[in-house]
């Protein structure tokens, strides 16, 4: 009777408030698997560049269902590959999670040493040292550590790509596997002695069946007609460099003459088969580890390296670069697939973005009267060399000029008894009166000094004192160094310029609402906006921002 006689208002809401206690909140019920895709040096414009000749299932599928986050950036420099998937996983820049760069410069050795280089660890799944390799150097917990706590040890999380780093830091030192591509004849995916002793038994299984090999009896042509491309150049043309083994830089590529003649798989590094081989894997993780099959969320890394690897050779507007990625397009459908059938629409989460993007071809920019160029560093080098004797006398006083970063000779300067500081300022002095050098910063300077924003802030957060080096410069925005021989063609990246910097963030799936960002957005901001999604701890040292807009509460 009482029921009867309350107001109308009063028993909705009470009947409201009964049942949201009775629904545990978002949180409380995570994602069965999270899936990261890292595209290698994917700019953001081409989404939009592209767009056409996307299907339905892929991209256009994470922009209609997902959230976009439009103006997403890396915020530091050097922007490369292994600080980039670093700065993903681990939600920091490089001054704190300590991957400055591909190579590191040990000053101990004299020399460069390569950023997952560990001779203490063996190879597993193949012969050589392709497997030589662990996170030692990574000094900072990323999302897959963090996911292993939360859930007391029992997520699954594996990191697989083409490329050993981009495997490997993802899955941070705690994280249960990474797998990357071994090369050679047979085309094996291998690991280190760092996760395991044995291969499992579903990658022996994998490995056996040589899928390199199978992809390379394609014959790699346009996917699409000609005229529904956009690169206004002919295919063949001065600012690409050829695939190795052929002559031109066109289409078609007879990828199993190639295979013949250099006996390697390697060459499926650089054509879309290099994606088809990484789904491919991934689906036979899924499987095999039995990814996202119980309550327990488990974390799947994974990179697409043959975006990088060929746009290094023929820059962002080649036709065989859109080939690429409309075909990309395509396996990122072809994993969605996988995903609703074994896992379920809906109770998974993906995030995909890029390590790094990259610039138009230097000579290209030139040719059509814009500012761009290259520097050639060697003779820099002996320049500052040459000017560093004039004021400090005999050297040598440059030990290295790495991730454009010089180090110089420390023994020399306690010797000598200098203070390093003003061997340092000397040093960013005579480089800024270079005319293609647009900053140089002494170290002690991005130590000492907080640099809030601009090319000092990037900078600075790409700069660990104990690794980098003792002069951080910049060149002018469109030239990078002069490297190998077939200068002005191809491309690389590595600035805190725009070109290298901005690049594509989407979320897809539980936990997110389907929403454009446009307000400007860091790489760092993943890792956090997704430890708000899991209910769980953010990476130790993460620095980023929850993306809330994004989330589905
Ligand atoms: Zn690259």
Redesign the pocket.
């Known amino acids: 009777m009482i029921f009867r006689i309350l107001p109308v208002a009063l028993a909705l809401s009470s009947c409201a408030h009964r049942v949201s206690a009775q629904q545990p909140p978002t949180w409380q019920v995570p994602p069965k698997l999270v899936v990261g895709i890292v595209v290698?040096?994917m700019r953001a414009d081409y989404i939009y560049r592209y767009w056409d000749n996307f299907g339905d299932g892929g991209f256009k599928r994470l922009v209609n269902d997902g959230a976009f986050l439009r103006d997403a950036h890396f915020d530091y420099a050097p922007t490369?590959?292994a600080p980039g998937h670093a700065s993903i996983y681990t939600g920091t820049s490089p001054a704190l999670h300590g991957i400055v760069g591909?190579d590191l410069f040990d000053r101990k050795l004299g020399r460069d040493r390569y950023c997952a280089e560990d001779t203490t660890r063996k190879t597993v799944g193949m012969a050589g040292g392709v497997g030589q390799r662990s996170p030692i150097n990574l000094l900072a917990t990323t999302l897959a550590d963090e996911l292993e706590r939360r859930t007391e040890r029992r997520s699954r999380t594996i990191g697989i790509a083409l490329k050993d780093r981009s495997a490997i830091f993802p899955i941070g030192r705690t994280g249960d596997a990474a797998y990357w591509f071994g090369g050679g004849p047979d085309g094996a995916f291998v690991t280190s002695t760092w996760y395991t002793n044995e291969l499992p038994a579903w990658l022996q299984r994998f490995n056996a069946e040589r899928p390199a090999v199978k992809h390379l009896a394609n014959t790699w042509d346009l996917l699409l007609p000609r005229e529904r491309y956009h690169e206004v150049l002919p295919d063949d043309n001065p600012y690409e460099m050829s695939l190795t083994g052929t002559h031109t830089p066109t289409l078609p590529v007879d990828l199993k003459a190639l295979y013949t003649s250099s006996g390697s798989t390697g060459i499926i590094t650089y054509t879309p088969w290099g994606n088809t081989l990484t789904t491919d894997l991934a689906l036979a993780a899924m499987e095999g580890e039995d990814l996202g099959m119980d309550g327990i969320t488990d974390l799947l890394a994974m990179s697409y390296s043959s975006p990088?690897?060929l746009?290094?050779r023929v820059g962002p507007r080649a036709l065989e670069l859109e080939d690429m990625y409309v075909r990309l397009d395509r396996e990122l459908e072809r994993l969605f697939k996988a995903l609703d059938q074994r896992v379920g629409d809906g109770r998974y989460t993906v995030f995909l973005t890029a390590?790094?993007a990259?610039v138009d071809v230097p000579a290209y920019l030139k040719d059509l009267k814009g500012s761009a160029g290259y520097v050639d560093l060697t003779a820099l080098r002996a320049e500052l060399e040459q000017h560093l004797q004039g004021r400090f006398g005999a050297g040598p006083w440059v030990s290295g000029i790495l991730n454009e970063q010089v180090y110089l000779n420390d023994t020399l300067i306690v010797v000598r008894k200098l203070d390093p500081e003003v061997v340092q300022r000397a040093t960013a002095q005579f480089l800024v009166r270079h005319p293609d050098i647009a900053h140089a910063y002494a170290a002690t300077d991005l130590l000492w000094s907080d640099h809030s924003s601009g090319i000092g802030r990037a900078l600075q957060r790409g700069f660990m004192v104990q690794r980098s080096g003792d002069v951080a410069f910049v060149m002018r925005p469109g030239y990078f160094e002069r490297f190998g021989s077939a200068v002005g063609k191809g491309t690389?990246?590595g600035s805190p310029w725009n070109y290298d910097t901005h690049v594509p963030i989407f979320f897809m799936g539980q936990g997110i609402q389907h929403t454009e960002v446009v307000r400007r957005t860091s790489i760092t901001d993943i890792a956090p906006t997704l430890s708000m999604v899991l209910g769980m701890t953010m990476p130790d040292a993460a620095s980023g921002t929850v993306v809330g807009e994004v989330l589905r509460r």
């Open positions: 290698d040096q490369y590959t591909n990088d690897i746009g290094h390590d790094h990259g690389t990246h």
